[in-house]
């Protein structure tokens, strides 16, 4: 964790001669065609989806409540702790008034939060190896006590059965193209407003895509506080390098690559608390000392230069979607 919140900052500077010659902010994130496979070489400490199902097919006379589900991340492991830093995970729950049955649908990363936002350094290869994939998870049954003691559980809005399955479409679509996390905000300042660099995707935007979804096909949802973490770094404006191909491939910026790879080598697991404390040291210099960082955005590479406060991690206010009360009626 100290590591993660001190990662904001660091890499050598480069003339403005590699700036990306757009300027569209914040940078569209890429969708994809399909989803690749894993390579065995990405393994999660714990399962991904371990639980999983299809999404069922809803009849159109049924009612559905819609839940917001919120917890601080890891509280199956760490209770509360970092939930006291506002560092929370967000769901989505559904209940069958027809079939009395609950269901819980979220999206996170398939190999852990540390695999999605810093790459693996792995002998004979040039480039960093990135395990970042973060997918859609649906199961049957809601776990009460999970999201109650530490977190949220509340109802949003109720839906028909037809838009739970217009819904189930859209998620199917959303998670075949929408394939890698992305952990970081970065913008301009803390100040509102700021321009946004780079936009998160992750379990927190799910959750809103699926809301505005549902907005879209005729959801109403209650007038209750719904607030979300992000994770920001803030920097001035980024300067595009290239992709993996570009800077490590035969004809790539040796200079570059070399730089970039000894950027991401304090972030790799530790196996001494000495260890750790060096590294520490190192991500400080180049991160807040020389404000200097290297994004990994869309499969391809950036550099930040850095602006104080560097990092900040923030539970900010997302309205709910106002929804239009005509389609698919409830």
């Not at 049924?62 to 839940?67: F, G």
């Not at 998870?137 to 809601?142: A, D, H, K, L, N």
């Not at 936009?199 to 005729?218: H, N, P, V, W």
Request: glycine share 6%; hydrophobic share 40%; aromatic share 18%.
């Amino acid at each position: 964790l100290l590591l993660l919140l001190a990662a904001a900052v660091w890499g050598p500077c480069f003339s403005g001669e590699l700036r990306w010659p757009q300027r569209r902010w914040p940078v569209p994130y890429r969708r994809f065609d399909y989803r690749p496979k894993t390579d065995p070489y990405c393994q999660a400490r714990y399962t991904f989806c371990p639980t999983g199902s299809a999404i069922p097919v809803m009849k159109e006379e049924d009612v559905i409540e819609v839940y917001r589900l919120q917890a601080p991340v890891w509280e199956f492991k760490y209770g509360d702790l970092l939930g006291h830093l506002k560092i929370m995970h967000d769901a989505v729950g559904f209940k069958s008034s027809l079939t009395g049955k609950n269901y819980t649908m979220e999206w996170y990363e398939l190999f852990q939060l540390g695999n999605c936002t810093f790459p693996h350094l792995r002998p004979g290869m040039d480039a960093p190896f990135w395990c970042n994939q973060g997918a859609a998870c649906f199961y049957e049954g809601i776990d009460d006590a999970h999201w109650k003691e530490n977190g949220t559980l509340a109802l949003v809005t109720t839906i028909s059965g037809t838009m739970f399955n217009e819904m189930a479409k859209w998620v199917k679509y959303d998670n075949e193209t929408g394939i890698y996390y992305e952990t970081w905000t970065v913008r301009a300042s803390p100040d509102k407003p700021s321009v946004v660099w780079f936009d998160s995707y992750e379990c927190s935007k799910f959750i809103l895509r699926t809301y505005q979804k549902l907005a879209d096909l005729g959801a109403v949802f209650r007038k209750i506080q719904t607030n979300y973490t992000s994770i920001l770094l803030f920097s001035g404006e980024p300067i595009y390098l290239g992709n993996e191909t570009s800077i490590f491939g035969p004809l790539g910026n040796k200079t570059l690559a070399a730089a970039i790879r000894d950027f991401y080598y304090p972030f790799k697991p530790h196996r001494t608390v000495g260890a750790f404390f060096v590294d520490l040291l190192k991500i400080i210099d180049r991160v807040i000392l020389n404000r200097q960082f290297y994004l990994f955005y869309n499969l391809e590479y950036w550099f930040l230069p850095m602006k104080y406060p560097y990092l900040k991690i923030i539970y900010e206010e997302v309205p709910l979607p106002i929804g239009r009360k005509t389609s698919f009626g409830v």
